[in-house]
């Protein structure tokens, strides 16, 4: 069973409930965004997490790019007991 760091965890805790900006992942864990891209990268390489663009998110041409947890993400926090 594979065991996330705490950062991770959280992450994907924030996640289970909404969807999230990296920006915002970074400010709502209280860390500087370059660790949120390397965190967020690494839960993506392991297919916990995955990218959505969120055509609401934004007045601007370009949509902003958030993350969603993915059903292995909620297997993670439900065997360990996080997700209730």
């Not at 690494?42 to 947890?69: C, N, R």
């Amino acid at each position: 069973m594979d065991n996330l760091d705490r950062i991770q965890e959280k992450i994907l805790l924030l996640l289970a409930t909404t969807p999230l900006s990296t920006e915002k992942i970074a400010t709502t864990v209280f860390i500087d965004e370059p660790l949120a891209e390397f965190h967020i990268a690494e839960l993506a390489e392991q297919e916990y997490i995955t990218s959505l663009f969120d055509a609401f998110s934004s007045v601007s041409d370009a949509p902003d790019m958030v993350w969603i947890i993915e059903q292995k993400g909620r297997k993670y926090l439900l065997d360990r007991g996080l997700l209730k």
